[in-house]
């Protein structure tokens, strides 16, 4: 069946510094990937997602590639703030319009300043 | 559109008693999910509706939850005798087409505290 995997948190960087956050998946087909953040008290909300392979999702300044030889989906800051500190969930969707998402576990982030 | 609504934001109920949550999608979208999310167990899904219709129930624990979705625009998870495991955040979430494109569209959340 499908997974995700991501690292483990909790994850704790100072302000400015590099973010990587793992995640690797296993699937029939392609699915779609995504990530998700849940900042404290609220519901998760997207921050990114990619269809194919190759592909880049972007936002915020996070970025996630899409990778089929690695079955990973990294994502990446190159810059944290205090305000990204949440917990990030990557997810993926098989392809053909089966709706259920397979998440990750969440790695939570915490930024110091 | 106000987004996917959830009530209520908090409850707290003794053991034994039962326990109605609710959850408003988003208007147009065809697809409506229920999760929990504890510490243990991170975000499990329970059940998911596509036109009302219930798709995969796999991930309901026990007969003692159910859930409905008797129109478009409304559903409700329901918990009939609650216990103290039942304790959780639960999430409503809606996507559109079903489309593997589509993202998931979270409601706040409701937490179940159950003493």
């Known amino acids: 069946g499908n997974s995700v995997t991501q690292m483990e948190g909790p994850v704790t960087l100072s302000e400015e510094a590099f973010l990587t956050i793992n995640c690797t998946y296993t699937?029939?087909?392609?699915?779609?990937l995504f990530w998700y953040v849940q900042y404290p008290g609220e519901g998760l909300q997207l921050l990114l997602k990619?269809?194919?392979?190759?592909d880049k999702g972007s936002n915020k300044g996070f970025e996630a590639t899409y990778r089929k030889e690695t079955t990973s989906f990294h994502l990446e800051k190159g810059s944290v703030q205090v305000s990204d500190s949440a917990v990030y969930f990557c997810?993926?969707?098989?392809?053909?319009?089966?709706?259920?998402?397979?998440f990750g576990t969440g790695t939570k982030l915490q930024v110091i300043p | 559109d106000a987004g996917v609504i959830q009530s209520p934001r908090h409850e707290v109920t003794e053991m034994g008693q039962e326990v109605t949550l609710r959850c408003k999608p988003i208007?147009?979208?065809?697809?409506l999910f229920w999760y929990r999310q504890t510490m243990m167990r991170g975000l499990e899904l329970l059940i998911y509706?596509?036109?009302?219709?219930?798709?995969?129930d796999s991930g309901m624990p026990e007969d003692r939850f159910s859930a409905k979705m008797p129109n478009a625009s409304f559903s409700t998870l329901k918990i009939q005798p609650s216990e103290p495991r039942d304790s959780a955040v639960y999430f409503c979430?809606?996507?559109?087409?079903?489309?593997?494109?589509?993202?998931?569209?979270f409601g706040p959340g409701t937490r179940l505290t159950v003493l």
């Open positions: 979430a809606s996507s559109p087409q079903g489309l593997a494109s589509d993202e998931q569209f």
């Open positions: 699937a029939t087909g392609y699915p779609s």
């Open positions: 990619a269809t194919k392979a190759d």
């Open positions: 997810a993926s969707l098989h392809s053909g319009g089966y709706q259920k998402v397979t």
């Open positions: 208007s147009g979208h065809d697809y």
């Open positions: 509706f596509n036109n009302n219709v219930p798709i995969d």
